[in-house]
């Protein structure tokens, strides 16, 4: 995004590949798309009225890991663009998915002067540089990151979410005859990214508890941060070259989707039809292979990354006009089941028609 009137974007950095997923986790606070099986997360909170909020006179740092995904673009895009609605000036910076690179931004805003700092995704290395704002005074709001330095992370309720994608796949599964499947599962970034392991161990549950005959496969397969699509497809030849037809039924990608472009690819080139594929973080790419009549991508979860970044910024507000803010903000996911889902999916979130 390019930045506004208000905005001063400071460089984005060159650096090697990061590790950092670009998915944040979102999720709903109602369970209605759950079909039944959700349970609220422990701490959810919805937006307040937004009227009478401002950020007149202050300065907004806004750090983001990258913006080259649709998930982190859209959260970075909602973050400034309701920081400057709200009368507030912009300083961004774009790691351009560099971990390192990304922690290391956090510098520019100790001397920077700014009020407060929005943190888009991360890994652990950004910890020292937020601990280092707290400690100057500096308030930061996560954005898809969670920590202990953070007035308030603003995400997706990534239990709900894995919950609605362990639905999906209970569904299609019963619905196929097939209660008694073999699940292969992608799943890098369940032990280091706690919003991925929220999604991989609810999606697990569901699963598992309403179809018992069910067999997760491993060792899981593993995909790559950096080129997700195209190791996921070579990874996927290579797996179903040894999972003939009868041995494989359903392979899931647990925390993201961009790898489930590859999955598809894969299944479509060695000219399986009994291997389907379902998600997490379903984007408007991915909604649209689902939408394809005979597409072997039969579920995903959507979530609402403009929405966090938005939410990130008014509780920014919020904080300076002395309200009480939470510790975390939710927002709603959506569960995209088969042709029809996706396609309604993609309408309810504002992405267009695909008829």
């Known amino acids: 995004m390019a930045p506004k009137t208000n905005s001063v974007r400071i460089g984005v950095l060159a650096g090697a590949a990061a590790v950092l997923l670009a998915t944040g986790a979102c999720?709903?606070?109602?369970?209605?798309?759950?079909?039944?099986?959700?349970?609220?997360?422990?701490?959810?909170?919805?937006?307040?009225?937004?009227?009478?909020?401002?950020?007149?006179?202050?300065?907004i740092g806004v750090a983001v890991v990258g913006t080259q995904h649709f998930w982190d673009q859209e959260a970075f895009e909602g973050a400034v663009s309701e920081v400057e609605r709200l009368g507030g000036k912009v300083i961004t910076t774009d790691?351009?998915?560099?971990?390192?690179?990304?922690?290391?931004?956090?510098?520019?805003?100790?001397?920077?002067?700014?009020?407060?700092?929005?943190?888009i995704l991360g890994d652990e290395a950004v910890e020292?540089?937020?601990?280092?704002?707290?400690?100057?005074?500096?308030?930061?709001?996560?954005?898809?990151?969670?920590?202990?330095?953070?007035?308030?992370?603003?995400?997706?309720?990534?239990?709900?979410?894995?919950?609605?994608?362990g639905q999906i796949a209970v569904d299609y599964l019963k619905e196929n005859g097939k209660e008694n499947a073999k699940v292969a599962v992608f799943n890098a970034f369940s032990e280091s990214l706690t919003y991925c392991g929220d999604r991989y161990n609810n999606w697990k549950k569901v699963l598992t508890e309403q179809l018992p005959g069910v067999e997760i496969l491993t060792p899981e397969l593993a995909e790559q941060f950096s080129n997700p699509a195209e190791d996921a497809r070579q990874q996927t030849l290579n797996f179903l070259e040894s999972h003939p037809e009868g041995t494989i039924d359903l392979i899931h990608v647990a925390c993201w989707d961009q790898p489930a472009i590859g999955v598809v690819q894969a299944i479509?080139?060695?000219?399986?039809?009994?291997?389907?594929?379902?998600?997490?973080?379903?984007?408007?790419?991915?909604?649209?292979?689902?939408?394809?009549?005979?597409?072997?991508?039969?579920?995903?979860v959507a979530q609402q990354p403009r929405q966090i970044g938005t939410i990130a910024?008014?509780?920014?507000?919020?904080?300076?006009?002395?309200?009480?803010?939470?510790?975390?903000?939710?927002?709603?996911?959506?569960?995209?089941?088969?042709?029809?889902?996706a396609k309604e999916v993609y309408k309810q979130l504002g992405y267009g028609d695909l008829g």
């Open 27 to 59: 999720a709903g606070v109602e369970d209605e798309n759950t079909g039944g099986t959700a349970s609220k997360s422990p701490s959810q909170t919805q937006p307040s009225a937004e009227a009478g909020l401002s950020l007149e006179g202050k300065t």
């Open 95 to 119: 790691a351009a998915r560099d971990q390192t690179v990304h922690a290391e931004n956090h510098d520019t805003f100790l001397t920077a002067g700014v009020d407060a700092v929005i943190t």
């Open 128 to 165: 020292p540089k937020l601990k280092a704002l707290t400690e100057a005074g500096i308030p930061v709001f996560g954005v898809d990151h969670a920590s202990e330095y953070v007035v308030n992370n603003a995400q997706s309720d990534s239990v709900i979410g894995g919950e609605q994608a």
């Open 268 to 300: 479509e080139e060695s000219g399986r039809t009994d291997v389907v594929v379902t998600a997490f973080d379903a984007g408007p790419d991915t909604l649209t292979i689902q939408a394809e009549e005979g597409s072997p991508f039969v579920g995903n």
């Open 313 to 341: 910024a008014q509780n920014v507000a919020r904080h300076f006009a002395g309200e009480t803010v939470e510790k975390d903000s939710f927002v709603e996911t959506f569960p995209a089941a088969g042709v029809t889902g």
